[in-house]
């Protein structure tokens, strides 16, 4: 696994690490992608995770307090609680504390059934996980999986972000979702930030949790600090 950390700007540290899937000589995740049979996907989802907490454990991620972001495929999971059981024993294990995991779900993957990703959602809320809505304003939905599922995070998709800072469309489109956030109860997470500028207009909105390049990079079997640009401050 390689990590990325997700930066909480208002108090200057580290929210969250990113658990992203990488080979055994740092190839990204489509490479991984690429060698996975049909069928396989449920088997991958399974080591993912398990993957994720052993590593983050190995790093003293939980000693922090600060959580691990796990991405999971929903058509992957062919019975919430069943599924859950191997990636429960990895925490018992490692020790590392239930309350500290987000499980991310990907617009990136088609949902076969809405009504099941629900259940999964629900499930997993029950047993102290968070649970995100990732890349959101890309991929298969948008706007319905907010109002249908009970998410406690969601992450504006680097697509949406992207130039935010001098494109009046992205500007209006970017504050009515956070707005909504806001109204829900839902937090926010910017990612894919490359400049200044794109944070300070997020950061004007309201939204206080950030990912990119402009922070840190994924770092291979490590836990990245991120490095704040000059003139940045904690106050929005």
């Known amino acids: 696994m390689a990590f990325q950390p997700v930066l909480d700007a208002g108090r200057g540290r580290v929210f969250a690490q990113e658990a992203l899937v990488r080979g055994p000589e740092g190839q990204g995740a489509g490479w991984v992608f690429e060698q996975i049979k049909p069928g396989a996907l449920y088997a991958l989802d399974q080591a993912c995770r398990i993957a994720a907490i052993e590593e983050a454990s190995r790093l003293g991620l939980a000693a922090g307090g600060t959580k691990l972001a796990i991405n999971f495929l929903p058509n992957a999971v062919y019975n919430p609680l069943a599924c859950i059981q191997a990636t429960l024993r990895a925490a018992e294990r490692t020790g590392f ?13 088609p949902v076969k059934d809405p009504g099941h990703l629900l259940r999964i959602f629900q499930a997993y809320r029950q047993m102290g996980f968070t649970v995100a809505i990732d890349d959101f304003g890309s991929g298969h939905a948008g706007l319905s999986l907010l109002a ?3 998410v406690d995070m969601l992450k504006l998709d680097m697509g949406l972000v992207r130039g935010c800072d001098a494109d009046r469309s992205r500007q209006v489109i970017l504050a009515a979702v956070v707005n909504a956030c806001r109204e829900l109860g839902v937090q926010v997470i910017a990612e894919g930030i490359e400049t200044a500028a794109e944070c300070t207009t997020l950061r004007a909105m309201g939204v206080e949790l950030f990912q990119g390049y402009l922070f840190a ?11 704040l ?3 940045f401050t904690r106050a929005a």
């Open 97 to 109: 504390p239930l309350d500290q995991i987000i499980f991310e779900v990907s617009e990136q993957e």
């Open 217 to 227: 990079r994924p770092g291979f079997r490590s836990l990245p600090q991120p490095v």
């Open 229 to 231: 640009p000059e003139g």
């Open 148 to 150: 249908d599922l009970p």
